[in-house]
């Protein structure tokens, strides 16, 4: 047999604080942020060591929309494009990829800077992403 006292509700002044922090949490859920894969934290300047003995600068504006590519005397000035890669910078015919500590660099049609590889490993973190809970 059930006792009455087991079917006792909480006081009033208990259940209106709880569903005020409930309704708080359930609104911010659609903010929350989730680690996503790992991606590498590129530098503002990196140094690239690539094939054929050739050497490549890369200086990467602060907001990341641009890129200067150096290689010998000779210099390029590419804004960032959309890509597949991990950051991609074109300018007419000239093409910069970079990803992860790897970069290939395109110009008038023919791979200038073949790969390339970073000459100091650049560390990597979790992207974040936003989720729902609904």
């Given at each position: 047999?059930?006792?009455?006292?087991?079917?006792?509700?909480?006081?009033?002044?208990?259940?209106?604080?709880?569903?005020?922090?409930?309704?708080?949490?359930?609104?911010?859920?659609?903010?929350?942020?989730?680690?996503?894969?790992?991606?590498?934290?590129?530098?503002?300047?990196?140094?690239?060591?690539?094939?054929?003995?050739?050497?490549?600068?890369?200086?990467?504006?602060?907001?990341?929309?641009?890129?200067?590519v150096t290689i010998g005397s000779r210099q390029w000035v590419l804004t960032r494009v959309d890509s597949a890669a991990q950051e991609k910078y074109g300018e007419g015919?000239?093409?910069?990829?970079?990803?992860?500590?790897?970069?290939?660099?395109?110009?008038?049609?023919?791979?200038?800077?073949?790969?390339?590889?970073?000459?100091?490993?650049?560390?990597?973190?979790?992207?974040?992403?936003?989720?729902?809970?609904?």
């Amino acid at each position: 047999m059930i006792q009455s006292g087991a079917m006792r509700l909480p006081p009033v002044r208990i259940l209106v604080p709880a569903a005020i922090a409930l309704a708080a949490l359930a609104g911010c859920a659609t903010e929350r942020m989730s680690p996503g894969l790992d991606a590498t934290v590129l530098a503002a300047v990196i140094d690239y060591q690539c094939e054929g003995g050739i050497e490549m600068r890369v200086e990467r504006a602060p907001d990341a929309r641009s890129a200067r590519v150096t290689i010998g005397s000779r210099q390029w000035v590419l804004t960032r494009v959309d890509s597949a890669a991990q950051e991609k910078y074109g300018e007419g015919f000239n093409s910069l990829y970079l990803d992860g500590n790897v970069a290939i660099f395109e110009s008038d049609g023919r791979v200038v800077g073949g790969k390339c590889q970073s000459k100091v490993p650049m560390p990597s973190a979790p992207t974040m992403r936003k989720y729902d809970f609904f």
